[in-house]
């Protein structure tokens, strides 16, 4: 299943869009073996991919990025 939204960074405020594949059951191509094989994240309003996962990592997340990614990792994986 494919989800999206919008998360703001809790330290700063920032708004950032994401796009999760996720399944029902973890695997070896979740991320952390868990249930998310695809992640994109990306500020609003912008076109350049902060974070990609694609059954590995493209683009790790960094700074901000990495705490709405971990808030997603909570929802979904």
Do not use: F
Not at 11 to 37: L, N, R, V
Not at 38 to 46: A, T
Not at 48 to 53: A, H, K, T, W
Request: proline residues 3%; contains cysteine; neutral net charge.
């Amino acid at each position: 299943m494919w989800s999206e939204g919008i998360i703001a960074c809790p330290a700063t405020g920032g708004k950032y869009k994401y796009w999760a594949k996720h399944y029902e059951e973890g695997s070896q191509y979740g991320i952390d073996g868990g249930e998310i094989s695809k992640l994109v994240i990306r500020k609003v309003g912008e076109t350049r991919d902060l974070c990609n996962y694609d059954r590995g990592w493209a683009i790790e997340p960094t700074g901000e990025v990495k705490a709405v990614c971990a808030i997603i990792l909570q929802k979904y994986n």
